[in-house]
């Protein structure tokens, strides 16, 4: 039930642009030619709202908000006695579309008034509008209380308050701006020794010496970061499914949270906001520029690919469409501030934006790719991984990984190939059955140590068996090492272990010889081969009766696939019979004995010395045993002398990153630059004109676009952080501004169009625009400015004729008091028991339970069963502008009932106990100053002492950790 509803609360907010992209298209195509304006079915028209609820002769179509209730909802679900459309039913998702819709109110935003916009034509009032005019130059007005304002910024409040002859709230109390700074620049609340200092220092400059402080704190990046996250839609994760390394599911973005450290990266330096914009735009067109390579700037395009745009695991073609729609989309509400994708179908119903706008956008996205391909059409697509290294850096990695090869081969093949070394249990799902691997992930050698048959896929292995896997090219090898002088008869035999798949052995008995400075001398000692699900015996060859082996000489069984390869697992039996001791040196024995909690360990001990290994082909790594026979071979010597060589310089291992890279998605119908047809109705299979890549004319004006290089991401990337774009900067302060007061100047931040509302202080957000652009774009700058005015410096309460005149505080007449945001109450708990682990940075962790700020708990796009949805942290689904703050029972009961919280209480209490042994603040008082940045009064303390009489200091401690003062701040 919380889950709907917060899906209905975040829908609600765009209730217009929903309508826009899934209702409006959906009704177009699939009722309007039976309920338009010429002759309706049933007298039933679906062309406007009105008519919608007027209904036909069944009556009104819907009821608002209650879908059940709405004949339209039950026609489409295709009841008993309703079924529309009548030939075909709709798809589940427009079924739940429609549903959703009648319960979101119906929103129809044709009914408002709004001039439609002309392709060809834009009118002077369309140009004027408010937000896309040049930067005001007003100078601070004038006011009649001169002593109260420290900034200009304030005789822009001031001003505003004055005309209604309302004044300004007094200062707040120390204590309450400390904490309200504190919470505001890092996300945390201040320690009780910052408290102790604040409140005691007397210097005129306390007040900037703190927010030096906060800002220089690395977890101000980490808060700072939280805001704009928010905007960019993060996650960590698209599904909850995706468990395991960094490469175990391509088609998620295990890598995102590179982009989040950028993100706190960006804002911890004070990244210029120019900057900002352009490496999240065209990072990796501008990786090199300056000469030095940056990778932070291949990471910060990460923005571009974690994107909300559906699995794609069949209509490809839609799912590029899709892509390029969440990253106009993303353009235009993160940096314009204007809701471009409302214009993917038709032309913008409200702003100055066409259908054309919209294209010459997308045409830059549709250039670019975010995916190395579209994958199969019955799974969805991998994600591009950018290796993190310049191309330099590249070059010489791809060179020094040829010659390691190679000099491994080469070594390899002089030892007689590389060894299989790393176990696996339970082959095949079967506990019994252990392996041994290589470079490969199958493995290449298995034992059955059960005494029963086993099968699993095709194969079938014997009780007490071994067998070898070799691969296409690569023959596997078991090799026998004699540790003293030895004669001995050989007898053994090979037996297909899959007659289905295949196509027969080849196998070769032969030995090798060591001597001191000399390179080894192989010969072969027989030779066979069987057709599939075939089988063949050494034979009776007087070569095989008496062989004779010097301390260190190799025995080698040779399996190699023949033909067609496709899985020829070769059953071994190999019994080595000592011609001048009692004793045999058996495969299966030693292999069985060495087996060890069902792994299988290598090399494998055969007895008084003697071993078995089994290798492969190829270029492996060399284990210990093999580097000493290599460096004791006059031959293969100087190749591992030049391996040592390269190992001492080899790069670290190579990180990568999710991204965007230039060019359309390879082999898809957009492969390279191109301009993109307009597509009618959103459709990509009804395509119009093509539209020329460019930027909306109404924000550029009618110069003709720059030359584009490439895809046009740099040019366009250049163009929004141009001073003569307003637009953003204004999008940009006013982002900040809702930060601190939790309502920007303009309310719909994430909509400057005629929908959204008009700014409170025009003045005030285009001075704090222009100052921005002045300090070079810096963040801090402007933190600095608004957290040291003497707006923000109000108390949270005023007067009851200032409440009556300005109940939403959009004169700011006072501060505004907040309750902590999902993120900053689960910190405050961890910090109230001294718990909080600061580690920056580095992947998401899954772990609820972790001890690690908020910001790195992991995001999961298909998991909103979690306190971070309960507490109305951002929807990682879509662009959150503006969080919604709800009031439910859960969020109560989550601070009672649940284990993280009872065990922070916990903490807690044994904290101060603790501190007070020490010689510290009695216990209640230590609380009321750790929770509250303050001593408790003498009211709390006798309550306190009431309830201590009965109760633990951990209950104690719970009851406050679960007051409105911990989880507000005035």
């Given amino acids: ?469 070799p691969a296409p090219g690569e023959p596997v090898a078991i090799v026998f090492t004699a540790a003293a002088p030895l004669r001995l008869a050989l007898r053994g035999s090979l037996a297909d272990g899959d007659a289905v798949c295949g196509d027969g052995i080849a196998w070769t008995l032969a030995r090798r010889r060591h001597a001191a400075g000399a390179p080894a001398l192989r010969e072969a000692l027989a030779r066979g081969e069987f057709e599939n699900g075939g089988r063949s015996d050494f034979g009776d060859a007087v070569e095989l009766s008496a062989v004779e082996l010097a301390a260190g000489d190799e025995l080698l069984l040779e399996v190699a696939p023949r033909g067609d390869h496709i899985c020829d697992t070769t059953l071994v039996e190999w019994s080595l019979a000592d011609l001048d001791r009692p004793r045999q040196f058996e495969l299966a024995a030693a292999t069985l004995a060495a087996l060890e909690g069902g792994l299988l360990a290598a090399p494998i001990a055969a007895g008084d010395g003697a071993q078995f290994r089994f290798v492969g082909a190829g270029s492996g790594p060399l284990d210990a045993a093999a580097r000493e026979r290599a460096a004791a071979d006059v031959a293969l010597a100087p190749l591992l002398a030049e391996l040592r060589d390269l190992e001492a310089r080899a790069f670290p291992p190579l990180a990568y990153a999710h991204g965007i890279a230039e060019g359309g998605v390879p082999g898809s119908p957009h492969a390279g630059v191109h301009d993109v047809a307009l597509h009618e109705r959103g459709r990509y299979d009804r395509l119009g004109p093509l539209v020329a890549r460019r930027f909306p004319r109404v924000l550029a004006g009618e110069q003709p676009p720059p030359a584009f290089t490439g895809s046009g991401r740099r040019e366009l990337a250049q163009w929004l952080v141009d001073p003569m774009l307003p637009l953003v900067a204004r999008v940009a302060v006013n982002r900040l501004w809702q930060h601190h007061f939790g309502t920007g100047l303009v309310a719909t931040s994430g909509n400057f169009g005629r929908l959204g509302e008009a700014p409170s202080h025009p003045e005030l957000l285009d001075w704090l625009a222009r100052r921005f652009i002045e300090s070079g774009g810096s963040s801090k700058a402007l933190h600095r400015a608004i957290v040291l005015s003497s707006t923000y410096r109000q108390a949270a309460a005023t007067d009851a004729a200032t409440l009556a005149a300005d109940p939403e505080n959009r004169l700011l007449a006072r501060f505004p008091r907040r309750r902590l945001d999902a993120e900053q109450l689960r910190d405050a708990l961890l910090m109230a028991s001294g718990e909080l682990d600061r580690t920056l940075g580095g992947p998401a962790v899954r772990d609820p339970a972790t001890k690690r700020r908020a910001l790195y708990l992991a995001t999961i796009r298909s998991d909103r069963s979690n306190y971070r949805a309960l507490f109305d942290a951002a929807d990682p689904t879509s662009i959150v502008d503006r969080r919604h703050e709800s009031t439910v029972a859960p969020q109560a009961l989550w601070l009672m009932n649940d284990p993280f919280v009872l065990e922070r209480a916990a903490a807690l209490a044994r904290s101060v106990e603790a501190a007070a042994a020490s010689g510290g603040a009695a216990p209640v008082d230590a609380l009321y100053e750790r929770l509250f940045a303050r001593p408790p009064d003498d009211a709390e303390r006798a309550l306190a002492d009431r309830f201590l009489a009965d109760g633990s200091l951990e209950e104690f401690a719970h009851v406050l950790l679960m007051s409105n003062e911990f989880a507000w701040t005035d």
């Fill in 1 to 469: 039930m919380t889950a709907t509803v917060l899906l209905l609360a975040t829908l609600a907010g765009d209730g217009e642009e929903f309508f826009e992209n899934s209702i409006r298209p959906l009704l177009v195509e699939q009722c309007l030619r039976c309920h338009g304006e010429e002759k309706p079915k049933a007298g039933l028209r679906l062309d406007s709202r009105a008519a919608l609820l007027a209904g036909g002769r069944s009556g009104a179509a819907a009821v608002v908000g209650d879908p059940e209730a709405s004949l339209l909802v039950q026609a489409v679900r295709r009841s008993e006695e309703l079924a529309m459309p009548p030939k075909s039913a709709l798809a589940p998702e427009q079924v739940a579309a429609l549903e959703q819709w009648v319960a979101l109110g119906l929103p129809w935003p044709e009914e408002r008034v709004a001039p439609r916009v002309v392709e060809k034509e834009l009118t002077a009032e369309q140009r004027a509008w408010w937000a896309f005019a040049p930067l005001a130059e007003a100078p601070p007005p004038a006011v009649r209380a001169r002593d109260w304002p420290t900034s200009e910024l304030d005789a822009f409040v001031l001003a505003k308050l004055e005309e209604r002859g309302l004044a300004p709230a007094p200062p707040a109390e120390r204590r309450a701006w400390l904490r309200r700074v504190t919470l505001d620049l890092t996300g945390l609340p201040p320690t009780q020794d910052e408290v102790a200092a604040f409140v005691a220092d007397p210097e005129p400059d306390a007040f900037s010496r703190v927010v030096d402080r906060l800002l220089a704190s690395p977890a101000y990046g980490e808060r700072a970061a939280r805001q704009w996250l928010d905007v960019v839609r993060y996650t960590d994760l698209f599904d909850a499914r995706s468990l395991g390394g960094a490469d175990d599911d391509p088609g998620d973005v295990r890598q995102a949270w590179r982009y989040r450290d950028w993100v706190v990266d960006a804002f911890a330096r004070d990244l210029p906001f120019s900057d900002f914009v352009q490496d999240q735009l065209a990072g990796d067109l501008r990786a090199s520029d300056g000469g030095a390579f940056d990778a932070r700037r291949l990471v910060a395009t990460g923005v571009l690919a974690i994107g909300d745009w559906g699995g794609g695991d069949a209509d490809k073609e839609k799912l590029l469409t899709d892509i390029a729609d969440d990253q106009v989309n993303l353009v235009g509400r993160a940096f314009l501030g204007l809701t471009l994708g409302c214009a993917r179908c038709h032309d913008h119903k409200f702003d100055p934006l066409s259908q054309a706008d919209y294209y010459a956008l997308a045409g830059i996205f549709f250039s670019s790719h975010i995916l190395p391909d579209v994958g199969p059409k019955t799974a969805g697509p991998p994600m591009l991984r950018l290796p993190l290294a310049s191309s330099e850096e590249l070059a010489q990695r791809a060179a020094q990984a040829a010659r390691t090869d190679e000099l491994l081969a080469a070594l390899n093949e002089g030892l007689g190939g590389a060894p299989l070394a790393t176990p696996i249990a339970a082959v095949g799902g079967l506990a019994e059955v252990a392996g041994l691997r290589g470079g490969a992930e199958l493995p290449a050698a298995t034992v059955n140590g059960g005494a029963e048959t086993l099968r699993f896929a095709t194969v079938t292995l014997p009780g007490r068996s071994v067998s070898v896997h």
